[in-house]
């Protein structure tokens, strides 16, 4: 029984070592690009670099944002604005999409040797 027990411990721990061998990387691995996009915005809120963001460094940037969407500078956002914002936003999005997937297709079609 001893024996048994012994052999099936060590099966489990054979088993682990691969998952224990994997390297983690620190944006996560579904999807890598999405949390290093993610995490280069929020450092952008980081002006000096010391790799935290200060309440003054986040509501300069929400400052910032707000006179962006304050599109009749009357200090206030009201639906419209709001509206207007987020279809510009979703706009140029779109546009950034697009970009990409024509850089794609160029660079399939260069690698399937197609000019």
Do not use: C, H, W
């Amino acid at each position: 029984m001893k024996k048994l027990i012994t052999l099936m411990a060590f099966f489990l721990i054979a088993q682990s070592i691969p998952v224990l061998a994997q390297e983690v990387t620190p944006y996560g691995d579904q999807y890598p690009e999405k949390a290093k996009k993610n995490i280069s915005q929020l450092m952008a809120l980081d002006p000096n670099g010391d790799g935290l963001i200060t309440q003054t460094e986040f509501m300069a940037n929400a400052k910032k944002q707000f006179n962006e969407m304050n599109y009749n500078n009357d200090d206030y956002i009201d639906m419209e604005e709001l509206k207007r914002f987020r279809a510009e936003r979703q706009e140029a999005a779109a546009k950034r999409r697009e970009e990409i997937k024509q850089r794609r297709g160029e660079q399939s079609d260069n690698k399937a040797g197609v000019q």
